[in-house]
């Protein structure tokens, strides 16, 4: 009954595509944006740096940044309007879901930047968005501690106007620490972009039909939020607390080699890495800093824990052997504990620091005037030529 086609290896499929934004060696543990490694980027620029880098393609000169900065800090505001959208969740609502929901009504709002075929209007989109989602996150969280909205502030860069969006209150303003906000930036860079993954593909396939840039970002946040791909950071924090001491640590790695068991080391394994993501590796050295500087080191047992941990799965020839190494999750969401962070906020911030890498990769695709709509092969495995019962057939 039911019916095979056969695959037609002619047929080119739609879900591959062109990208000079983002390079990433898999097998060696490579990733460059615009031909600039990862280490390099992180260690020697910021993150306006590297929007601009992805964005236009070149690292700014300094009129260049001056600019960009500018041109970013004064969209940073969110229609005052908008607070009226964050009232209409539950105060526990996952600040994922707030921010698809408020980021997909930016277009309501900013109706003058949704013509994709003006690039000035597509400029201005991009600005908005990159401008906006730390504000859109930072009153997710505010929203859901049941706090004050606070504003952004001209005098600070993106990531301590972020820090104190997040941590100020009207009783006590936040010490911005130049640590950690410099910690903060290095994990904008690290997440800013990667290819082809889940959430950007979902965000160049709703581009393709020519759907406006903010209901695009809000589709690749939905796609972001899922455990498998964004969602993991805070999935890692919650598996590190559910094996809470060194000695549990064999027990959860036999779990994980356990075809049967549905427990995964989460932060661990890649779609496209088979050797040491990169990113993980700065963040590791991040975290060591970050933690020193609190001085929480000795106290936050996490870190040494996540570092066993990887110590003794990559000791184990199942996780060698399947080339399963840690990855940009595994480390950030210590971090981002030890920052003040609650979990939920984790994904939040990784949607924080990608808009760039989506927004790059919707810019590249709609500016290609040979891009067509997104329409993946797919393999039929259903039923053919199926006659109706009888019985509908008196009716
Ligand atoms: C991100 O695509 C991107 O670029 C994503 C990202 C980005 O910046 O956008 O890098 C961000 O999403 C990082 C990944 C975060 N997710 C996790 O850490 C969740 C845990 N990891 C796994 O769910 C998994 O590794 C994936 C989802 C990341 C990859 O899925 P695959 O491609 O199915 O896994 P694989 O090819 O790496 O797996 C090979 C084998 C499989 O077993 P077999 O079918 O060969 O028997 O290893 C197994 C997997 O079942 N495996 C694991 C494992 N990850 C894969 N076994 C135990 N623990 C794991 N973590």
Known sequence: ETGMFTYDPGFTSTASCDSAITYIDGDNGILMHRGYRIEDLAEHCDFMDVCHLLLNGDLPDVPQKKQFEHDITYH????????????????DSHPMAVMVGVV???????????????????MVASHRMLAKMPTIAAMAYKYSVGQPFVYPRNDLNYAENFLNM???VPAEEYKISP??????????????????????????????????PFACVASGIASLWGPAHGGANEAVLRMLQEIGSKDRIPEFIERAKDKNDPFRLMGFGHRVYKNYDPRAKVMQKSCHEVLDELGIRKDEPLLDLAMELERIALE?????????????????????KAMGFPTSMFTALFAVARTVGWIAQWNEMVEDPNHRISRPRQLYQGNTGRELPESYKTN
Do not use: W
């Not at 940073?76 to 105060?91: A, C, S």
């Not at 290095?186 to 290819?195: S, T």
């Open 76 to 91: 940073t505001m969110l229609h005052e309007q908008m607070i009226y959208f964050f009232r209409g969740f539950r105060r």
């Open 104 to 122: 997909g009504a930016l277009s309501a709002f900013y109706h003058d930047s949704t013509d994709i075929t003006d690039p000035h209007q597509r």
């Open 166 to 168: 997040t941590f100020s």
């Open 179 to 212: 640590t950690l906000a410099r910690a903060m930036d290095r994990i904008f860079i690290l997440h800013a972009d990667h290819e082809q993954n889940a959430s950007t593909s979902t965000v160049r396939i709703a581009g393709s039909s020519g759907a406006n």
């Open 316 to 336: 184990d020839d199942f996780f060698v052997d399947k080339k399963l190494f840690p990855n940009v999750d595994f480390y950030s969401g210590i971090i981002l």
